[in-house]
């Protein structure tokens, strides 16, 4: 990190593990002591940042939490703790040359707390702005709030900067930072350790195995690699992550659906793990099967740095990280019978 790098407030609304928090979790430790994090949410990534001496407190989201991505008009509560956070995050950013806002509810109370204490905000966006994901409304306010209060919006790919500036969001805004993802652990795993994590899930040991990595969400498509198992007699699949946003109905909907299908002894449920180096090198394809565009999509490059075949489906910022039929497999979303295709080839 330069000499001259700000000293930045990192304010996100998660507490849990999911992918803008890793990736925040690694900018923040470039900083160094410049670096200070406020969570509007309590959770484990409060932990992981103090395990790694990055100073960092929580405000609670109160009304806030209610107000999803779907969202069109937030109750009038949400407003009222929306200006409430704005004013703690704004006592935070008076030791701070500036505010980096990872997540959009966290861009909103931050773009508040710039304008009562005078600091540039800059949004991380690492979301595709536009309907599935997000209510119609809820993008305008989004794109109308950026226009008016963001220094910069940092787009995760060229998939995410281009959303945003259809949805009217200004282009001299944007910078667009593809996620940098830390090899090293990835190649600190011996082929002893993958053996070992193989041997723990008690897969025979010749079974080919393909794993799908991400939080439960349906629109990550874990039913899709369900289905494709049905096709795929002899193949195991480890599904790795757990709902982390109040999705535990989705996951029950998961092993119901494997029972069904009869493929409940070849489908692996491991929860969340933070051994995911070593899960993917006991693999031997990463699938990524998400059925709307995909911002980004950390785990496509956790699985080429862990040197093993990912297949991917083909919307989104995915195109940006594989060359089709070069670095990797590209498939059309939703389509159980491509990725089995795909898988058993
Ligand atoms: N991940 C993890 N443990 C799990 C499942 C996923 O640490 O059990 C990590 C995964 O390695 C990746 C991140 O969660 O770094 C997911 O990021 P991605 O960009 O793929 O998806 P997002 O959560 O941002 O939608």
């Known amino acids: 990190m330069s ?3 700000p000293s930045v407030l990192f304010v996100d609304h998660a507490g849990v ?3 803008a928090e890793l990736s925040l979790l690694d900018l923040a430790r470039a900083f160094g002591e410049r670096a200070e994090v406020l969570l509007l949410s309590d959770g484990p990534f409060r932990a992981l940042l103090e395990a790694r001496g990055i100073p960092v407190s929580v405000e609670p989201l109160g009304a806030l939490r209610r107000v999803k991505k779907e969202t069109r ?21 008076r030791r ?3 505010i980096y806002a990872n997540s959009q509810k966290a861009f909103v109370v931050s773009a508040g707390a710039g304008v009562l204490v005078h600091r540039p905000v800059v949004w991380h966006l690492r979301d595709i702005l536009a309907p599935p994901h997000f209510s119609a409304s809820n993008v305008r306010a989004a794109v109308t709030l950026a226009n008016l209060r963001a220094a910069r919006v940092i787009a995760n790919s060229r998939a995410t900067a281009a959303a945003f500036t259809a949805a009217g969001g200004r282009a001299s805004l944007v910078r667009i930072v593809h996620n940098g993802i830390d090899p090293l652990p990835f190649d ?14 008690g897969i025979p040991k010749d079974a080919f195995v393909v794993s799908l990595f991400g939080r439960f969400h349906p629109w990550k498509g874990q039913q899709v690699l369900l289905q494709a198992l049905a096709a795929l007699p002899a193949v195991h699949a480890l599904f ?10 989705f996951e029950s909907a998961l092993h119901a659906q494997a029972r069904k299908l009869g ?11 933070l051994d995911v180096p070593e899960l993917m ?3 031997d394809v990463v699938a990524h099967a998400s059925v709307y565009p995909e911002p980004f999509g950390r785990v496509i490059v956790e699985g080429m740095l862990a040197r093993r075949p990912v297949i991917a489906t083909r919307d989104g910022g995915v195109g940006e990280i594989i060359t089709d039929g070069e670095t990797g497999v590209l498939v059309p979303p939703n389509d159980a019978e491509a990725l089995a295709k795909t898988i058993a080839m």
């Open 96 to 98: 701070r040359a500036l």
């Open 17 to 19: 593990l999911g992918g």
């Open 240 to 249: 790795v992550g757990a709902p982390l946003f109040g999705e535990e109905a």
């Open 281 to 283: 090198r006991a693999s």
């Open 188 to 201: 600190a795993v011996r082929d002893e350790d993958a053996a070992a994590a193989r041997l723990s899930l």
């Open 3 to 5: 000499a001259h790098a």
């Open 263 to 273: 493929v409940g002894d070849r489908a692996h449920f491991l929860g969340f793990r």
């Open 73 to 93: 008009l937030p109750s009038p509560a949400a407003f009222t703790d929306a200006f409430r956070l704005a004013r703690r995050v704004a006592t935070h950013a």
